[in-house]
């Protein structure tokens, strides 16, 4: 039995993928609790800016893993539970703005978290808040809602050894496990 069969056999909920993802995603929130806690317990500046920068990066590798772990059936769990109150079109009407627009959302807040400590080195006056990392954890999160499912196809393809493009009728390559 693998792990896509444990996905099929449970409803989503009740797997233990499900259950470890809604873990990691509150470690994800849970994190940020560190850094009043340094600042309640008197600690320097320097070490509330590093664990900061720290938590920044780390948190987007966590929502990567909560994600690869969730799978895509449980991802569209999770997207259906918390955001069931509002309509969203079918995945298959997503158009070229949209999906270029969620690649956007995807890849800035991910440029942001690798470049940041480079940038700060250089150029020492540029600060950030906690806010500003939350905003840009919820913009990585958003653009998987704004390219829908096919994107995590497309992304969990990245990470199958034997993913290999093929050419469709209408001549646009997809990947193929």
């Known amino acids: 039995m693998t792990v896509r069969d444990l996905d099929t056999?449970?409803?989503?909920?009740?797997?233990w993928r499900f259950k470890l993802g809604i873990f990691l995603a509150c470690l994800v929130i849970g994190a940020w609790l560190l850094v009043p806690i340094l600042a309640w317990t008197g600690a320097s500046a320097a070490a509330i800016a590093t664990v900061t920068g720290m938590i920044?990066?780390?948190?987007k590798v966590l929502i990567l893993v909560t994600i690869a772990?969730?799978?895509k059936p449980g991802f569209q769990e999770l997207k259906r539970t918390i955001f069931g109150v509002f309509?969203?079109?079918?995945?298959?009407?997503?158009?070229p703005v949209r999906y270029n627009i969620g690649l956007v959302m995807f890849t800035v807040p991910l440029l942001i978290a690798i470049l940041e400590p480079y940038a700060i080195l250089i150029w020492?006056?540029?600060s950030r808040n906690t806010w500003d990392e939350v905003l840009t954890d919820v913009i990585f999160l958003a653009s998987f809602l704004v390219l829908g499912g096919n994107f995590w196809e497309k992304f969990h393809a990245l990470f199958v050894r034997e993913a290999r493009?093929?050419?469709?009728?209408?001549?646009r390559p997809t990947a193929a496990p």
């Open 9 to 15: 056999n449970d409803s989503n909920r009740s797997t």
């Open 69 to 71: 772990v969730m799978g």
């Open 165 to 171: 493009v093929v050419s469709t009728t209408d001549d």
């Open 56 to 59: 920044f990066i780390w948190n």
């Open 87 to 95: 309509r969203f079109p079918p995945e298959s009407s997503i158009g």
């Open 124 to 126: 020492p006056s540029i």
